[in-house]
Structures are given as structure tokens and as C-alpha cells.
């Protein structure tokens, strides 16, 4: 399916360059491939560890796959796949906050822990925060449980399928984003 909520021409001028180094690094002597092409190779294949080395702060060590997007958008969960030891079905539908995202998984606060290895069905709401975007479903495992005060939780994510269109509409998400964010960082 083709790219149609960014185009290259609207990219920042820094993740532009890192683009045309990818292409023609990786198209050099051959007959093919566009520029387009190169942009999705390179967003799939380079662009968190690109984000991570120019983000992070130096002297500040970290196990992240991927680069944390501070947010807070809605999110439900739908179902439970594989139960955990206690009885979450009243968790199903569920509105909750999330805090982080990435293209890994997310940090959301909820009124109840959940227990870890958990696989849950969650929807997130993104057409709050961008017109050309819809919500998106996904299958993910609970990595991580912290309680934050009296009836809120902290809940690490991981997310283990994504699929077809959702899979796009996240990872566009994630990359306009982090562009707008990139341009905010480099001209405040």
C-alpha cells in the first residue's frame, strides 16, 4: 500500500539527508529502487537506533530498542487472550492514558495493575492527534506493572502484532511525530 499520510518532500531537512545517504549507500551501482523505497527501508531498518545516538543524553545509558515519543492519547483494552492468574475481565474496555509510545510498545496509567506476561488486545485512539490517521488495534504482552499512587497503575507493554494497515498507521504515527519533534528540538 502506498504511503499516503507523508511524503518525503515534507520530512526535516536532517532525516531528508539521513534518507539520501541510505539511498544512495544502498542503490549505488544498481538500477534501482526510489527514493520512496529508500525512505521506508530506511525508517524500518535505521531510524531508532538514528534517533536514539542523536537523542540521547550523553553518559545516559539505556536497553531501549526504541525511541520513547512523550504523548497522551486514549487507549482501551478489548480483550484478554491469555488470562492472567487473577480475573481481569472488568479491565475489558477500559479507558486509560498513555504516557510513552514507540514502535516497541507503550507506557500507559490504569486504575488496577495487570499482571506481566498478560496478552492483551488494545485499541489506541489517534484521530484525536492527526487527521490522517485512524485508531489502531494490536496484540501485545504486559512487561511491566508499577504502582504510581492509591488506584494507579503504571503499565509497560510490549507489542508482539500489529498487522497490515494498523502496522503502517503506527509506524507513520511514530515517524511524523518524531519529525515534528526533530524540527521543534532543532529550531527552538
Same mark, same amino acid.
Given at each position: 500500500?502506498?504511503?499516503?499520510?507523508?511524503?518525503?518532500?515534507?520530512? %526535516?531537512?536532517? &532525516?531528508?539527508?539521513?534518507?539520501?545517504?541510505?539511498?544512495?549507500?544502498?542503490?549505488? =551501482?544498481?538500477?534501482?529502487? %526510489?527514493?520512496?523505497?529508500?525512505?521506508?527501508?530506511? /525508517? *524500518?531498518?535505521? /531510524?531508532?537506533?538514528?534517533?536514539?545516538?542523536? /537523542?540521547? *543524553?550523553?553518559?545516559?545509558?539505556?536497553?531501549?530498542?526504541?525511541?520513547?515519543?512523550?504523548?497522551?492519547?486514549?487507549?482501551?483494552?478489548?480483550?484478554?487472550?491469555?488470562?492472567?492468574?487473577?480475573?481481569?475481565?472488568?479491565?475489558?474496555?477500559?479507558?486509560?492514558? &498513555?504516557?510513552?509510545?514507540?514502535? =516497541?510498545?507503550?507506557?500507559?496509567?490504569?486504575?488496577?495493575?495487570?499482571?506481566?506476561?498478560?496478552?492483551?488486545?488494545?485499541? &489506541?485512539?489517534?484521530?484525536?492527534?492527526?487527521?490522517?490517521?485512524?485508531?489502531?488495534?494490536?496484540?501485545?504482552?504486559?512487561?511491566?506493572?508499577?504502582?504510581?499512587?492509591? *488506584?494507579?497503575?503504571?503499565?509497560? $507493554?510490549?507489542?508482539? %502484532?500489529?498487522? =497490515?494497515?494498523?502496522?503502517? $498507521?503506527?509506524?507513520?504515527?511514530?515517524?511524523?511525530?518524531?519529525?515534528?519533534? $526533530?524540527?521543534?528540538?532543532?529550531?527552538?
Amino acid at each position: 500500500m502506498k504511503n499516503q499520510y507523508n511524503q518525503y518532500q515534507k520530512l %526535516s531537512d536532517e &532525516i531528508k539527508h539521513e534518507i539520501a545517504e541510505y539511498h544512495n549507500s544502498v542503490r549505488a =551501482g544498481s538500477d534501482g529502487g %526510489s527514493v520512496d523505497e529508500s525512505m521506508g527501508e530506511w /525508517f *524500518n531498518q535505521k /531510524f531508532d537506533e538514528w534517533l536514539i545516538k542523536r /537523542f540521547m *543524553n550523553p553518559g545516559h545509558s539505556s536497553r531501549r530498542k526504541h525511541f520513547r515519543l512523550d504523548v497522551e492519547i486514549p487507549i482501551r483494552i478489548i480483550d484478554t487472550l491469555i488470562e492472567s492468574a487473577s480475573n481481569d475481565h472488568d479491565a475489558m474496555e477500559f479507558v486509560g492514558r &498513555i504516557i510513552n509510545i514507540s514502535r =516497541g510498545g507503550l507506557y500507559f496509567k490504569y486504575r488496577a495493575p495487570i499482571e506481566i506476561s498478560s496478552i492483551i488486545k488494545v485499541v &489506541i485512539d489517534l484521530a484525536g492527534l492527526d487527521d490522517g490517521v485512524k485508531s489502531l488495534e494490536a496484540l501485545a504482552m504486559v512487561v511491566r506493572a508499577d504502582k504510581l499512587e492509591e *488506584n494507579e497503575y503504571g503499565i509497560g $507493554i510490549m507489542f508482539s %502484532s500489529i498487522y =497490515g494497515d494498523n502496522r503502517e $498507521i503506527h509506524d507513520l504515527f511514530i515517524l511524523k511525530n518524531l519529525s515534528y519533534y $526533530i524540527y521543534s528540538e532543532s529550531s527552538g
